[in-house]
């Protein structure tokens, strides 16, 4: 359906590696060609003397 409208590339979400998401994409001809990581930081656990840092140059803080 995509290359029949002249698609060449996909973007999919959320697929966990080894999960249902990436077997179903790579069951239809797709490769992974690209990962990202998604790090949270719980402000309420960090210590806030880490934070009495400089701004960088360039930089201005805000809040």
């Known amino acids: ?3 029949a409208r002249g698609r060449t ?3 999919g979400w959320n697929l966990t590696p080894g999960g249902p998401g990436e077997s179903w994409a790579q069951g239809l001809g797709f ?3 690209h990962t ?3 790090q949270i930081m719980e402000l309420s656990e960090v210590d806030r003397r880490r934070w009495n ?3 960088p140059a360039q930089y201005r ?3």
């Open 9 to 11: 590339r996909a973007e």
């Open 1 to 3: 359906m995509l290359r």
């Open 61 to 63: 803080l805000m809040r």
């Open 36 to 38: 990202a990581v998604l």
């Open 31 to 33: 490769r992974i060609v």
């Open 53 to 55: 840092i400089a701004v």
